[in-house]
């Protein structure tokens, strides 16, 4: 199993279900892991893998430009674009939360999904 991997990503967004939560942007950190095909780099070329700067900036910009009332929904959403928009043939998002709860380091969420034609 072949994957590049994006380790401490900051990314800016409206993210809660409570009021406090949606007066202004948060900042969440992304873990990805993003599956690509085996040997993508046999040859050097960027085109036969996933170009992570470009998903770096691509989720930025989604994230900024959009809403969210769950961490759930987030990760759905960043999985599909990375499945849909860089030929990833699977890939696992982790997104936390730092400091919204008293006495809790973190809260987070982790899916993984694949590819439906694959």
């Not at 900051?10 to 599956?35: F, H, M, S």
Request: charged share 30%; with cysteine.
């Amino acid at each position: 199993m072949d994957k590049i991997f994006l380790r401490g990503m900051k990314a800016e967004t409206l993210i809660g279900v409570y009021d406090w939560e949606r007066e202004q942007r948060q900042t969440l950190v992304l873990d990805l892991d993003i599956g690509v095909p085996e040997g993508a780099g046999a040859d050097d070329n960027i085109g036969d893998t996933v170009h992570y700067g470009e998903v770096c900036e691509a989720v930025r910009r989604s994230l900024r430009n959009q809403d969210f009332l769950l961490l759930e929904m987030l990760a759905e959403h960043v999985a599909a674009l990375i499945l849909q928009n860089f030929g990833a043939l699977w890939v696992r998002v982790r997104i936390v939360k730092p400091g919204i709860l008293p006495d809790v380091k973190e809260v987070g969420v982790e899916i993984e999904r694949g590819r439906a034609d694959g």
